[in-house]
């Protein structure tokens, strides 16, 4: 692609094209099967009251089920991927919007299912799974269910609490407006002293800029803005983490924690093991902040030194076709199988490689259980980009290995196990270029960028980890989360985490108000996790060979099957042990050992 005018989508060569047609060579059957998601629907209704009357009535029930949501998934991925190849299409757009207000339908009609099949007494249910060899498919799913039972309310509190739903998401509404539409940075003198408004989107490009003026200066302006509203984001934060804390109470659970962490089946101690370990490792970071230090040639070094690349990248394109041949040489460990799978999928269309007009930003996998995994990408010749082709493409070999193994129920993967199979991609390229990178200073830089990926997601993901559990408990133990507090709290886990090295200022204590994942509590450990399981796999398939490599792939194949923490032990991981997050630990202390030496 040389010329650098962005093209419109019929100006891109079919061949970097997703082969889309696949799902639906004639776009009127669209319409023919919302219609008939939309009468299934209307007779599933019918089965209310009687959901458990027999193993047949109950085997019924799971399979329309089943085959409404395959059917409406399919159209509704179908609709979304086409608007993202260029969203200034309307008729994608509407076709989009329909399928989103059918989910919703759909969703109301459907939601009897659970009460009414707690309803049931648990013997009865489980004597229906012996009766009926078709139930056998669906006892995982069933017993799952039942070990939520004593979290489940009647049918007229659960009725009460779904009618509740809209307001008690309201805080994480009201904070996504302030933080997307009203929020504003101000403008800042940039590298070339052309004034540049600062935004979200580029404040981490200025955040890396060689020049320390235009770090600084993003800097302030990022925090002042929330420092000017501050009180604003407290209360909602505050009135976030009461929610969290009266729903975990109102269903029974010993807390927030508790509750948040049940739906995966994922033990408290899990989280705790994370947060030790990584506690008792810190050490490696402040000796991490000490060498940047010494390389920025700073006398001190602040809060804003710490996202700039020590390295600069040797410039260099890689062509998309090279991209391929770098992405089959870094994951040969996987084996034959494994390449030649995603070989096929190369050919048969799952990747949509370049920018167009119009076209979603980014990258992603995506796809219905009946469709390829396909991918998005925003190809630009860059080593940036060919990590992101084997994050993406280890997310589609995952779907395409479970979709083949496990019935619709189970064929789809949680957050838990999903980044595993992308991250074990990328260790395993990175792994790969470094093994045959004889440059110094392309060492280096491959080195840096390793620590980086380590630094912002195994160490800032379980730091804010930390925080969540701070402001829940304070709320737990009868507490007010005010301002003051949390501005405090955090700039003390600040201080903890990046060490002695870095100089404490008053703008970072503002952090922890800029961050949406916090809206949606309990959820950013599992990068933590999920990034160390994907470490220890990826080591374990390079020392072992093929018994790891086999066991990963079997791992693969299993979707939702079982609860995450077992299928990763099919792996070789056993997460609810802190040692993959200690042998994770080491990785990160000889990447800095090595990059020590090499300054």
């Known amino acids: 692609m040389g010329d650098k005018a962005l093209k419109t989508r019929d100006q891109i060569d079919s061949k970097y094209k997703w082969n889309i047609e696949a799902m639906f060579p004639d776009e009127t059957q ?252 810190l050490p490696a970071v402040h000796r991490y902040m000490e060498i940047r230090k010494k390389m920025l040639n700073v006398d001190k070094l602040y809060m804003y030194d710490v996202y700039v690349p020590l390295v600069e990248l040797p410039k260099k394109d890689i062509p998309y076709e090279e991209a391929l041949d770098i992405m089959r040489a870094g994951l040969a460990p996987l084996g034959e199988e494994y390449i030649s799978r995603m070989n096929a999928g190369l050919k048969e269309g799952w990747i949509d490689v370049y920018e167009n007009e119009g076209k979603t930003s980014g990258a992603y996998s995506f796809g219905s259980y009946d469709s390829m995994p396909y991918i998005l990408l925003n190809y630009t010749d860059t080593l940036k980009d060919v990590f992101t082709i084997v994050h993406e493409m280890g997310h589609s070999m995952h779907s395409s290995y479970t979709r083949e193994a496990q019935p619709y129920i189970y064929g789809s993967h949680s957050i838990f196990t999903a980044e595993v199979a992308s991250t074990v991609n990328e260790s395993l390229l990175m792994r790969h270029l470094l093994d045959k990178e004889t440059d110094p200073k392309m060492r280096k830089y491959l080195l840096n960028l390793y620590i980086e990926e380590f630094r912002t997601t195994l160490f800032r993901q379980t730091m804010f980890a930390e925080f969540e559990q701070l402001t829940h408990k304070a709320i737990e133990d009868g507490e007010v989360l005010t301002a003051e507090w949390m501005c405090e709290e955090y700039q003390k886990l600040n201080d903890k985490y990046f060490g002695p090295a870095v100089e404490q200022d008053d703008t970072i204590r503002y952090e922890w108000a800029r961050i949406p994942h916090f809206y949606n509590a309990f959820y950013v450990y599992k990068y933590a996790t999920g990034y160390s399981a994907a470490t220890a796999i990826s080591s374990k398939i390079l020392k072992e060979g093929a018994p790891a490599r086999d066991a990963y792939i079997e791992f693969l194949k299993t979707g939702e099957s079982d609860h995450p923490i077992e299928l990763l032990k099919l792996a070789g991981v056993d997460m609810s042990s802190p040692q993959p997050i200690q042998q994770a630990m080491e990785t990160f202390r000889g990447l800095v050992e090595e990059f020590e030496q090499l300054v």
């Open 30 to 281: 669209i319409e023919a099967d919302i219609e008939d998601v939309l009468a299934q629907t209307k007779e599933y209704e019918q089965l209310a009251g009687h959901l458990t009357e027999s193993s047949a009535s109950l085997l019924k029930a799971l399979k329309s089920r089943d085959a409404i949501w395959q059917k409406l998934e399919k159209v509704f991925v179908y609709a979304r991927m086409r608007r993202d190849e260029d969203n200034r299409r309307t008729q994608y757009q509407a076709m989009t919007d329909r399928c989103q207000t059918v989910i919703a339908q759909v969703s109301a009609a459907m939601s009897f299912f659970t009460p009414e099949l707690l309803d049931a007494p648990e013997e009865t249910l489980l004597s229906y799974i012996k009766q009926e060899p078709g139930l056998k498919e669906y006892e995982f799913l069933i017993r799952d269910i039942l070990r939520e039972k004593a979290h489940v309310l009647t049918k007229a509190e659960e009725n009460i609490l779904a009618q509740m739903s809209e307001i008690t998401g309201a805080t994480n509404d009201i904070f996504t407006m302030l933080n997307n539409a009203d929020i504003k940075f101000g403008t800042i003198t940039d590298e070339d002293g052309d004034e540049a408004e600062l935004t979200h989107g580029n404040y981490i490009t200025f955040m890396e800029s060689h020049d320390r003026r235009v770090r600084k200066d993003a800097y302030d302006h990022m925090y002042g803005a929330f420092k000017s509203l501050i009180n604003t984001i407290s209360s909602a934060y505050n009135y976030n983490t009461k929610t969290d804390v009266i729903s975990a109470r109102i269903r029974k659970y010993d807390s927030a924690r508790q509750a948040a962490l049940s739906g995966d089946n994922i033990p408290e101690e899990v989280y705790d093991n994370l947060v030790k370990v990584v506690n008792d490792n």
